[in-house]
């Protein structure tokens, strides 16, 4: 009897450790998991996309068919979840033509012409740009820069913000924008104070005008930008995007479903649809759910306002330098705080842009009225960007529950002439993430990309040292607001997880947990935090598979 129950504990024993063998194990890492506690393991087990162990311990767990993956004692952190992009459109502007770090109007000029000369004669608009006039000097372009060495095509090319483009004149005619058009609510059409012609800057809703007139991209040009992007995000650790959008939202979300659907989305994504379509995502959630672990929806984005760099952004106060005005309300306020009430009380989760302190205020005025009127729920309101802020506000972010979604990059961007827009006293409370996370707030970062580069090791370096890109602020421009290493990392994964709703299956390396994880070249925790933006991602893991190696 006694022999038979030494061989029932050893065939028990026997079938415990074929159950615990993982298909693959990565060990002889510095593991970051990323919790509270207990943070620091090396080794780490995957089985199905989801995580079975972290720990040090791994043999137990390694089986005949394991396979063995030695990390050579690099870091590993979760994968970096991005909580603001416009994926598709990034797709298009790594094909498109390049202005971002044009540092002249020459320079600017002969990167469009080489590029116009470069395409095949038919016709296609020239899109694109990411330009930043504040790299020259400050003088805004004219469409008399481009219209000589463009071929006769039209161009519309982005300020690197959104929210202003240079349409050259044969893009202004196919529009029919003239001297005698009105400016359209909430956006402006720049013109030449001495003959009042359009100098073919659009602001905001103005770029509407154009937008309207271009042809829309096929199926087949949709799909390939998208491969393009999510080419480019893997490369570089992230593993989720939250898309608010570059068609309309709707046409994004197909893309993605036809992505899902051939097995070619090797990365996460959370597709926001417009506010004002609230009814419409309401209706298609009911019906149809809202996704699976790879692609999910729900989700809201709109407008308050629009963009420091455009001077379009809402505050109390005007613009030191440009004094008569104070910005722009881009969706008219009465309508907005409606879409807001409806669409939680439908239980879709609600994203708003709004960058200057007076759009940040009203809409915290907003999410707390829709809080009380539509009774307690987990909404998860968030604000994106809310990089200038009140004193009062910053509070708020904390007691109400309401997320701070921002990028951090903006702050070194921005940081080179932010001060000359609203003078020493406001830029005390610009991108404020320390005051933030003192306060308690639940502050996420992502990029904004394509308005600023996709890499979270750019944007870690950015919260690190706050230190601009004019190297004029070697110190950090505003320098209380600096963030440490750890608690940038976490704003790239725990917290995003809880941005999105994903806080029990992100954002954290513990068993149970989805497989989503990043290997660093250096170890961004020891090395000087001016030395992050330099560190490469040499693999990226999404659901356990490597769908990244250097």
Not at 38 to 64: C, T
Not at 84 to 111: N, S
Not at 338 to 345: E, R, T, V, Y
Not at 531 to 542: A, E, H, K, N, P
Request: hydrophobic share 40%.
């Amino acid at each position: 009897m006694r022999l038979l129950s030494i061989l029932a504990l050893f065939s028990f024993l026997s079938c415990q450790s074929r159950q615990a063998a993982v298909d693959a194990i990565y060990f002889n890492a510095r593991i970051w998991a990323g919790g509270p506690e207990d943070s620091w393991v090396s080794a780490i087990g995957v089985s199905d996309g989801v995580i079975r162990f972290a720990g040090d311990e791994y043999e137990p767990y390694a089986g005949p068919e394991t396979e063995l993956i030695d990390l050579e004692g690099r870091l590993v952190v979760p994968g970096f979840i991005d909580n603001h992009t416009h994926f598709l459109d990034g797709g298009f502007v790594l094909a498109g033509v390049d202005l971002r770090t044009a540092g002249t109007p020459m320079e600017f000029t002969k990167r469009l012409a080489d590029f116009a000369a470069a395409l095949p004669a038919d016709g296609r608009w020239i899109t694109g740009g990411n330009w930043d006039h504040e790299a020259w000097g400050g003088e805004l372009p004219r469409r008399q820069w481009i219209d000589s060495v463009s071929g006769g095509r039209p161009v519309f090319v982005s300020r690197l913000d959104g929210h202003m483009a240079l349409a050259n004149s044969r893009a202004l005619q196919l529009a029919n924008i003239t001297k005698d058009t009105p400016d359209p609510e909430g956006g402006a059409i720049v013109r030449d104070p001495a003959t009042g012609e359009p100098t073919g800057l659009l602001k905001d809703e103005a770029m509407s005008l154009v937008f309207g007139i271009m042809p829309e991209y096929s199926e087949a040009e949709l799909d390939e930008a998208l491969q393009r992007a999510v080419g480019h995000a893997l490369s570089l650790g992230v593993t989720q995007v939250h898309d608010v959008g570059s068609f309309g939202g709707w046409t994004d979300l197909a893309a993605y479903q036809r992505a899902r659907s051939k097995n070619t989305l090797p990365l996460r994504v959370y597709s926001f649809i417009p506010l004002s379509k609230w009814a419409e995502l309401a209706e298609y959630v009911a019906q149809n759910g809202r996704g699976d672990d790879y692609l999910r929806w729900g989700a809201l984005k709109g407008f308050v306002d629009g963009s420091l760099g455009s001077t379009t952004a809402w505050f109390y106060e005007p613009y030191a330098d440009e004094p008569e005005t104070s910005g722009l309300v881009v969706t008219d306020t009465s309508g907005l705080r409606k879409w807001i009430l409806a669409a939680d009380s439908a239980g879709l989760h609600i994203a708003v842009h709004a960058i200057g302190d007076r759009a940040n205020d009203w809409l915290l005025d907003a999410c707390e009225e829709a809080a009380q009127k539509n009774g307690p729920r987990d909404r998860r309101f968030r604000i994106e960007h809310a990089q200038h802020l009140t004193r009062e506000a910053i509070g708020r972010f904390a007691r109400s529950g309401v997320i701070p979604s921002m990028q951090p990059y903006h702050a070194i961007d921005d940081g080179r002439w932010a001060e000359k827009r609203i003078g020493p006293e406001r830029i005390k409370t610009t991108y404020p993430f320390r005051s933030l996370l003192d306060a308690q707030a639940r502050l996420t970062f992502g990029s904004d990309w394509t308005v600023a580069p996709l890499n979270p090791l750019e944007g870690i370096y950015a919260a690190a040292t706050r230190r601009t890109l004019d190297g004029a602020n070697p110190g950090g421009w505003v320098p209380e607001e600096k963030i440490s290493v750890e608690e940038a990392l976490r704003c790239y994964t725990a917290a995003n997880a809880y941005a999105g709703f994903q806080e029990e299956k992100l954002g954290v390396l513990k068993p149970g947990f989805l497989a989503d994880f990043v290997v660093l070249s250096e170890n961004i925790f020891e090395i000087e935090p001016e030395r992050i933006r330099d560190v490469q991602v040499t693999m990226t893991v999404v659901g356990g598979e490597v769908v990244y190696r250097k």
